[in-house]
């Protein structure tokens, strides 16, 4: 007896799985894919390892085309600091404007609210800003390079640091090759670009470890509510719950708190010292001096918005009504500390 709808699996709880010939998108909808290769399949396509080696040598390349562009400011004695002045504005409004967007695109995962179409579509394409570029392809590409919840997983933690080795050979090359009077520009490009990086990363990387850990029981059984194929407690899914909570400390608590740490132990010199400017400049400059630790927060903040409301359960109204709690306090703190230095900047942030 077929009960559930064309291109949905009968076998599994729900009707929340697809057939063969057929993937899920945005984890709601079975969409046609004729020939689908990783519809059950343990290993990853061939075309999936290509495109994803393929991108990680993209991204040497731009990494080293920034660390070897020329720049007038960069002549200047004191380029490193400058640069780390100049930019600081641009990259807090782009830091503002990535955090919202990445916010905005996991919503799906977050809150289990049944989205328009059109609203789904829109927040699929925002998932680039979580370095998500699959989102891009369309979903002819997505097709051939489906994979499962748990293998996603693995290439999503192995991610961050195939991206910083990508970074610090290019550093290395650029160090061995340029002038040692570029020496602190280069340090300066290094840093910015780290910070940055994981900046963008973080939410991502956090929604992806809390959504292992979001199960749901369906008939006495634990079932992983992002791939209903697989079941919860059992010896697969262990040793993924192990592996992320290795990564959760690396990613969610170890590398904010050793920001936070190198700010508070410097915060009588954050402001004065130049090579403090210069290297961790992207992560405080635009803040007053009280406030120098507010970036921290901030990532803070976006962590509660995705991985931790997935953790509370889309069941709950204390889910929605945390969001709601955690963006007012927000806005109520930034109005009331004028945590920036420029009023652009907390007017951006607020609206």
Known sequence: MQRCALGYDNANPLCATCV??????????????????????????????????????????????????????????????TVAVKTSDFLVKLKIFIGFMQCFSLFPFTFDIPWSTNVLEMMKYFEVFSLDFFSLLGETINCKMQTR?????????????????????????????RSKTYSETLKTRLY??????????????????????????????????????????????????????????????????????????????????KNLKTRFGSFYLHYKPAAYYFDVLDLARRLLLTGGLIMMGGESVAQIFLGIVVCAIWVIVLAYKETYHCMDLITVEVF
Request: hydrophobic share 50%; proline share 3%; charged share 15%.
């Open 149 to 177: 919840f748990l293998q996603t997983f693995q290439l999503h933690m192995l991610l961050p640091i195939l991206i910083f080795l990508a970074l610090m050979l290019a550093y290395a090359l650029a160090t061995c090759t």
């Open 192 to 273: 910015t670009s780290a910070g940055l990086i994981f900046y963008t990363l973080s939410t991502g990387l956090a929604t992806r470890i809390f959504r292992l850990f979001k199960c749901k029981l369906i008939q006495e059984k634990w079932y992983l509510v992002a791939d209903y194929t697989q079941v919860c407690f059992e010896t697969k899914w262990n040793s993924f719950a192990i592996m992320a909570g290795v990564f959760g400390v690396i990613y969610v608590v170890g590398i904010p708190i050793t920001e936070l740490l190198v700010l508070f132990c410097n915060r009588s010199k954050l402001y004065e010292k």
């Open 20 to 81: 063969t010939d057929y993937i899920l998108v945005q984890g709601q909808k079975c969409y046609p894919c004729p020939g689908a290769y990783n519809n059950g399949a343990e290993e990853l396509s061939i075309e999936l390892v290509f495109a994803f080696g393929t991108g990680w040598f993209i991204g040497f390349i731009i990494f080293v085309l920034y660390f070897f562009s020329p720049s007038k400011l960069l002549d200047q004695l004191d380029a490193g600091e």
